[in-house]
Structure formats: structure tokens, C-alpha cells
């Protein structure tokens, strides 16, 4: 069954480095979305794409985050200057079509030091 | 604010026990996701209810969506330790957004 990848699984940073988080979404899949999940609290959704921009975004995603799709298969999500409090399991989703259901990556877990 | 409340928020029982698990808000959803989550993983879908008192079954699994679209019940029975798991419902936030919103979950143990 299709599944969308995640890479790294995990990754340690130092505090204001960039860090860059990378997926490839289900082949066929048109929308794209991150989420992160800091520990023991609720998934929250960041942002989602279509049709390369930007067609949504929270209040957490601010100028420190970007995301792009910068080529046939890749959705990566960037973080200017890494802050502790951006500790969190970031998941990667994408769906088949608007409100049609979205499927999870098994998320890379970042850990800003 | 759409919120998505899950009880109980933990729950063990043993192996071959039925259990429901809940999922409610104050707002109407068009649709709610049922997914299940293990430790050091994505959620995995389960199972999508759009349609107001729509009734799924996946294997022992039976998902009910509540006639006025504002809650979701799981229901497991024969409860076996491979359901051991953490069961997220999530809905789409209103005027047709993309967002998902996540309730908290539900973490269930099932003991051998």
C-alpha cells in the first residue's frame, strides 16, 4: 500500500541552526500538509499546499517556518533558526483530494539542543 | 474554536473485553477520521464517517457517527493486545478548511 516517507526519523540540532524536514507524499497525491505533536499534547496542524503555494497555514507557522515542493516528489518543510520550544514530532500528510482523508508519514522527531 | 474532547483518556483492560472509547465537540463536523497512533509513529487511518448516524465496521471494530455530526464512538470487541494503541479522531475545521483538528486520544492497553 502507497505510504508517504519520512526522512530524517530523527534529528538533533543546536538552537538557532536551520533544519530542513523532508517528505514524499503518496505518488498520486495533490494536497500536502505538516503537523507536529510536542510530547504529550494534541496534534497540531502547520500548513497545507496545493498547487504549489501555500493554501493554509496556522498561527504557529510563522516567517521562521517555509515549506516547498521542489520537485515531482519531495515536500520539505524548513525552520530558519531553530528554537527549543520547536522540539516536537513533525508528520507529513498528504491527501487525494480536498477533505478527502490524509495520511500520516511515521514523523521525524527533532530535538533542538 | 472547534475542539475535539476524547474519553477516557486512558483506559487498560484485559484481553477478550469489549470497550467504547468517545469523541465529542459542541460543533458540527462534516466528517471525522478515526486513526489509530503507536509510539514513535504517524497516525494510521482507520476509518472516515461523513454521513449523520452512518454506522462502519472494520473487523471487530465498529465506528458510529452521531446523528447531529458532532461526535463519534469506537467501539472494540474481543479487545486483543495487538489493539493496545493510541485512538486519535480528527475532523476537518468548518467553511470547508483543510486544517485538521485532533482531539487528545485515547490510550488504550490491552493485557494478555
Known amino acids: 500500500e502507497p505510504e508517504v516517507t519520512q526522512t530524517p526519523s530523527h534529528q538533533v540540532t543546536q538552537m538557532g541552526q536551520e533544519v530542513i524536514l523532508r517528505c514524499v507524499p503518496i505518488s498520486n497525491h495533490l494536497y500536502f500538509y505538516w503537523y507536529r505533536q510536542i510530547l504529550g499534547q494534541k496534534v497540531e496542524f502547520l500548513v497545507s499546499f496545493y498547487n504549489n503555494e501555500i493554501s493554509e497555514k496556522s498561527e504557529i507557522f510563522d516567517d521562521q517556518f517555509s515549506v516547498e515542493r521542489p520537485d515531482g516528489s519531495n515536500f520539505t518543510l524548513k525552520i530558519r533558526s531553530t528554537k527549543l520550544e520547536d522540539s516536537a514530532m513533525y508528520f507529513c500528510a498528504s491527501s487525494g483530494g480536498l477533505l478527502l482523508p490524509q495520511h500520516f508519514g511515521d514523523g521525524t522527531r527533532l530535538s533542538i539542543l | 474554536t472547534q475542539l475535539l474532547e476524547q474519553s477516557p483518556q486512558f483506559l487498560s483492560i484485559q484481553e477478550g473485553e469489549n470497550l467504547t472509547v468517545y469523541c465529542n465537540s459542541s460543533s458540527v463536523f462534516s466528517s471525522l477520521q478515526w486513526y489509530r497512533q503507536e509510539p514513535g509513529e504517524g497516525p494510521v487511518l482507520l476509518v472516515t464517517v461523513v454521513t449523520g448516524g452512518e454506522v462502519k465496521k472494520l473487523k471487530r471494530l465498529t465506528f458510529q457517527f452521531g446523528d447531529a455530526r458532532k461526535d463519534s464512538s469506537l467501539h472494540i470487541t474481543a479487545a486483543q493486545p495487538g489493539d493496545t494503541g493510541l485512538y486519535l479522531c480528527?475532523?476537518?475545521?468548518?467553511?470547508?478548511?483543510?486544517?485538521?483538528?485532533f482531539g487528545k486520544g485515547t490510550k488504550l492497553t490491552v493485557n494478555p
Open positions: 480528527a475532523g476537518p475545521t468548518q467553511g470547508g478548511s483543510e486544517k485538521l483538528v
